[in-house]
């Protein structure tokens, strides 16, 4: 009923930028709290940065200064600006949102915790 789809990874140099998108899609009545985590190669998924419904972000102390994020309501779109990217940024980023929607079956409201599959950054020389 809902969907989150990542998209902008890629491979850049340290120091380059990318731009993630996570558009959610379905029977969406309203988005709550959105972010974005990330998955290093034989590490945990880890918190990177959080926006909520009004506005207000959070970041996680290693991208603080270089990422930001934002959402576009009317879209129910978030973003991942990431600058001066570095090495250690590599991973896989997966957004995260807490989704209120019509459910199928007698239209009534229902809410739940949706991942997108995730899309790969990778910085390197």
């Known amino acids: 009923q809902v969907r989150l789809v990542e998209s902008g990874g890629g491979s850049v140099q340290p120091g380059g930028s990318l731009r993630l998108s996570c558009a959610a899609s379905g029977s969406i009545f309203s988005i709550n709290a959105m972010g974005w985590y990330r998955q290093a190669p034989g590490k945990q998924r880890e918190w990177v940065a959080s926006?909520?419904?009004?506005?207000?972000?959070h970041y996680a102390d290693s991208v603080k200064g270089r990422f930001t994020i934002s959402r576009d309501n009317a879209k129910n779109t978030m973003y991942l600006q990431m600058n001066s990217l570095k090495p250690e940024d590599t991973a896989v980023y997966y957004c995260?949102?807490?989704?209120?929607?019509?459910?199928?079956?007698?239209?009534?409201?229902?809410?739940?915790?949706?991942w997108g599959q995730g899309t790969q950054v990778t910085v390197s020389s």
């Open positions: 926006i909520t419904s009004g506005g207000s972000t």
């Open positions: 995260n949102a807490g989704v209120r929607y019509y459910r199928d079956h007698d239209s009534k409201l229902g809410s739940g915790d949706y």
